[in-house]
């Protein structure tokens, strides 16, 4: 079980961060992702670190946004900096066993959803 924790409302070049804490499974032994859905559109990749501890983002995050684990707590965290109001959206963060490289980014092999934290930005 994935809980997301962390949003909220925050004025555009502000900083967030948040958490996706692990029940029931230890997350450095598998891949875990943010995804974001902004209303009417559909949901995207944000970040991801596998279980070797590499990471990688969305182009349109590299140099704000930056995914860590903190395998003491069981937590993996986005910190979100320069925040603009774009990025206005529920932010899920996913666990998934077995993912490849290559499938990263697809949202439909993550086998554990949290229930999503909003983050809106203002202007």
């Known amino acids: 079980q994935l809980q997301a924790s962390g949003g909220g409302l925050v004025q555009a070049g502000g900083s967030l961060r948040l958490s996706c804490a692990a029940s029931g499974r230890t997350l450095s032994t598998v891949s875990v992702a943010w995804f974001r859905q902004a209303p009417g559109k559909e949901r995207e990749f944000v970040a991801a670190?596998?279980?070797?501890?590499?990471?990688y983002s969305a182009d349109f995050v590299k140099g704000r946004f930056a995914i860590s684990r903190d395998t003491a707590k069981n937590t993996v965290h986005l910190q979100m900096n320069s925040l603009k109001p774009d990025d206005t959206a529920v932010y899920y963060c996913a666990a998934g066993v077995g993912v490849i490289l290559s499938a990263l980014r697809d949202p439909s092999v993550y086998n554990y959803w949290g229930q999503g934290t909003l983050v809106t930005v203002s202007s």
């Open positions: 670190i596998r279980y070797s501890g590499s990471t």
